[in-house]
């Protein structure tokens, strides 16, 4: 009797520990409990010193950063290049575990328009269109650039700034790169610029505003939903497109926003405003994800701000934006 019993007892014993052994591993692969962000991809504070210093001599002056560079992109001087008419310098400088800090000081005897712009003032990630310096680093994964838009994930970009003086119009902006073929031979015809502008002074964007989006949006550490205007202009340059989003007024502090969701609606104004098919944005590559501050022209600029803290969040697609947003306000400086 009693051996019959101890088999009775066996079996519910075996299953309630099968049960136990299990339940770890579904609930490891139960979409709503996995891992939700891929990666943090710290960009600033800087992996590694650095100094980078542009003129008229030296327009472009690339450095490593660590993960990304930094270029002071005098860009818009290119027809003084090597002329005495440019006097002075742009200048970006970090030590290893510091804060980014970026300096201008020009003057130019030239004849440009006060909406001209002088400079970019960047951090790059991933491949800029017209080309890379030797020592970029590469794009780490989980968002190795170029990267297809219907294959992002979901991008979630911190930034925290400070403004020091500005004697000129400027903006602390995004600038998103996407095109038809992923290669460094220039934008074209059929590319597109997305511009998210976080901060600007005596400046507007390119185009004229076509739309306004309600987008969540973390302000110093709290969620937001702000209504941004976006932008059109339909050729710049070469024939890409242009598209800028800004928010209600200019935003100051630490701000963290959707990359991911504002590419999405960039891709909704081409289809509702120039007919582009949903297939032809999914097809683009992102080419790169830059951070920095277009500088306006003036005769005199004098112009400082600092990044103090830039980082990059992968999360899985499937996971919802404002969970995505919470998560970095959440998170522990």
């Not at 598209?243 to 504002?262: K, N």
Request: proline share 7%.
């Amino acid at each position: 009797m009693a051996l019959q019993l101890k088999k009775q007892l066996l079996y519910p014993i075996a299953l309630l520990a099968l049960m136990l052994l299990a339940l770890p591993i579904v609930y490891f692969f139960t979409p709503t409990t996995q891992r939700r962000l891929l990666e943090r991809l710290v960009v600033v504070p800087c992996g590694v010193g650095a100094e980078a210093v542009a003129d008229a001599r030296r327009l472009f002056a690339w450095q490593s950063i660590g993960i990304a560079s930094v270029d002071p992109n005098l860009w818009g001087l290119q027809r003084y290049e090597g002329s005495d008419l440019v006097k002075g310098y742009a200048r970006a400088a970090c030590v290893p575990g510091g804060p980014l800090y970026f300096e201008t000081r020009l003057h130019a005897d030239i004849g440009l328009n006060p909406w001209d712009v002088v400079a970019y003032h960047e951090v790059i990630y991933g491949l800029k269109p017209w080309g890379v310096d030797p020592t970029h680093p590469a794009p780490r994964e989980p968002l190795v650039l170029p990267l297809r838009v219907a294959e992002l994930p979901r991008v979630v970009a911190l930034a925290s700034f400070s403004i020091g003086n500005a004697s000129t119009g400027f903006n602390i902006a995004y600038d998103l790169w996407l095109k038809r073929r992923p290669d460094t031979s220039g934008a074209k015809q059929g590319d597109m610029e997305v511009m998210v502008w976080l901060h600007w002074r005596n400046a507007t964007p390119a185009g004229i505003p076509v739309k306004v989006f309600e987008v969540p949006t973390v302000v110093n550490g709290k969620l937001e939903k702000l209504n941004w205007s976006a932008w059109l202009q339909r050729s710049v340059g070469e024939g890409w497109v242009y598209i800028a989003f800004t928010p209600p007024e200019p935003l100051s502090g630490e701000v963290a926003v959707d990359l991911s969701h504002f590419v999405g609606l960039a891709g909704q104004v081409l289809r509702e405003e120039l007919g582009w098919a949903r297939e032809t944005v999914d097809n683009l590559y992102l080419m790169s994800v830059e951070l920095g501050s277009e500088v306006f022209f003036s005769r005199s600029i004098s112009l400082s701000w600092r990044l103090d803290r830039y980082l990059l969040y992968a999360f899985h697609p499937w996971v919802k934006q404002e969970e995505a947003l919470l998560e970095v306000a959440a998170e522990k400086r």
